[in-house]
């Protein structure tokens, strides 16, 4: 199993513009998440979803959109980006098991300019 | 709103000593997570713990809960350079939904030869 895997590693992008951060899982997990990582600040959560087809926000969502159309897929969409968005993004998947362990992808470094 | 809080968020320790590192959260919860994260890398699950009292071990680190006090300790025993990192722990918001984890600010771990 590959876990969960994340893409690109790295990339840099001027304010204004768009793109998308992909994020796949081989678990078969039902829970998906994405996360941001900033100095000082911990992981926060931006969305989360419980199932294809269905997406909530988290606690710093502005800015960002998803969709879930397959199990394995969970994309996140910088609509225009901003200096602010410059973060490392880790997206995390889980079964709703009794365990409920979060494993993590290798995340994205994102640099807005 | 759940917040969860870690102390230290530095810590420095000599090799062969021993520390406990401390998070406190607001809201009632039954489990806790602890992670572990390398520069530059994502995390790794250490411990999960789903009960009051629970304790768990593994080498050198041991986590434990109490849900009464909202508290786990995450304690290590005579340090050893390899556990230089930073700590996590994260808690789940809305009665256990492990898709939705509120992280501490995280402990950086230095040990010092």
């Known amino acids: 199993n590959a876990g969960v895997t994340q893409t690109p590693k790295f990339q840099v992008l001027k304010t204004g513009q768009s793109m998308t951060l992909q994020c796949a899982q081989d678990m078969n997990h039902e829970y998906m998440s994405w996360y941001r990582q900033d100095p000082g600040m911990g992981l926060r959560l931006i969305h989360y979803s419980v199932g294809a087809g269905i997406t909530d926000q988290g606690e710093v969502p502005n800015g960002y959109n998803v969709s879930r159309s397959t199990t394995e897929d969970f994309p996140l969409r910088l609509l225009s980006a901003a200096p602010s968005q410059t973060s490392v993004y880790f997206c995390?998947?889980?079964?709703?098991?009794?365990?409920?362990?979060?494993?993590f992808g290798p995340g994205t470094r994102l640099l807005v300019l | 709103e759940l917040k969860v809080e870690q102390n230290p968020l530095f810590l420095s320790m000599q090799e062969g000593k021993n520390y406990t590192i401390y998070c406190n959260y607001s809201?009632?919860?039954?489990?806790l997570y602890w992670y572990r994260q390398d520069p530059g890398k994502s995390l790794e699950s250490l411990f999960v713990l789903l009960s009051n009292g629970a304790v768990k071990q593994e080498g050198r680190l041991m986590a434990s809960l109490d849900t009464k006090a909202r508290l786990s300790t995450l304690h290590i025993t005579a340090a050893v350079h390899d556990l230089s990192a930073t700590y996590f722990c994260?808690?789940?918001?809305?009665?256990?939904?492990?898709?939705?984890?509120?992280f501490g600010k995280g402990t950086l771990l230095t040990v010092n030869p």
């Open positions: 809201t009632t919860s039954d489990r």
């Open positions: 995390a998947s889980s079964y709703p098991d009794t365990l409920g362990t979060q494993y």
């Open positions: 994260a808690v789940p918001n809305s009665g256990g939904s492990n898709y939705k984890l509120t």
